[in-house]
């Protein structure tokens, strides 16, 4: 079974701060995708970025930067200078390869806080 | 280009009804999943049709059901609703590799 973990529940920083969001995830499969979501208060879940299990590449957007460590586990989303407007909830999510996304496992979640 | 539709927005049923939710994705898209978020049990997968097959199915009672038609829009029907049925009710379509969300339907059981 599949599993995603994302122990920080909440976090709370200031504007310009440095945050990361961590997640890690259990699967038995050797090729595996793994995602990063964002849901505004809107509600909607916005994509970010996608990593395939074989591409351990780090991976920099703007003020966006992820850490995929296979031999950790890991996928951890770094935002730097933080702006109010990173204010959401960040998803972590992991999906097979046979079934691509469209079965994905998210996990609970990180509420992101940035204050002015 | 349009994103992802989802009607009704927010809707409010006694237990025991039934609900429908209608999704029309992405243009192209012929992947829809269905999602159910409650703060208790987070994002939870319902099911995913293409080209109106159901290719894979989550953990969920048989009053959940869905179905795709040829231009790929989808719904969802929850019968006989329960209290803990009140949740967002999120549609996705599928691009090359990641899901496109709409904006959920936000339904309440009395």
């Known amino acids: 079974a599949q599993k995603v973990t994302q122990a920080q529940t909440e976090i709370s920083v200031v504007e310009k701060e440095d945050v990361t969001l961590d997640c890690v995830y259990e699967?038995?499969?050797?090729?595996?995708?793994l995602f990063w979501y964002k849901q505004p208060p809107s509600g909607e879940l916005v994509f970010l970025i996608r990593?395939?299990?074989?591409?351990?590449q780090n991976e920099i957007s703007g003020r966006y930067s992820w850490n995929f460590q296979k031999s950790t586990s890991s996928f951890n989303f770094t935002i730097t200078a933080s702006q109010v407007v990173d204010s959401a909830v960040y998803f972590c999510?992991?999906?097979?390869?046979?079934?691509?996304?469209?079965?994905?496992?998210f996990g609970d979640g990180t509420t992101l806080t940035v204050k002015p | 280009k349009a994103g992802v539709t989802q009607t009704p927005r927010y809707l409010i049923k006694t237990r025991g009804q039934q609900v429908t939710l209608s999704c029309s994705p992405i243009?192209?898209?012929?992947?829809v999943s269905w999602y159910q978020q409650t703060p208790g049990q987070g994002l939870q997968f319902l099911f995913e049709?293409?080209?109106?097959?159901?290719?894979n199915k989550g953990n969920f009672p048989g009053r959940f059901s869905g179905r795709q038609f040829s231009n790929s829009r989808s719904e969802m029907n929850v019968s006989t609703l329960e209290l803990g049925d009140s949740a967002l009710y999120l549609c996705?379509?599928?691009?090359?590799?990641?899901?496109?969300f709409g904006e959920g339907s936000r339904l309440t059981v009395l």
């Open positions: 049709y293409f080209s109106e097959t159901q290719r």
């Open positions: 243009s192209g898209h012929r992947s």
């Open positions: 990593r395939n299990s074989f591409d351990e």
């Open positions: 999510a992991l999906s097979e390869a046979s079934t691509n996304a469209g079965k994905s496992t």
């Open positions: 996705a379509s599928k691009g090359s590799g990641e899901l496109f």
């Open positions: 699967t038995r499969d050797t090729t595996y995708y």
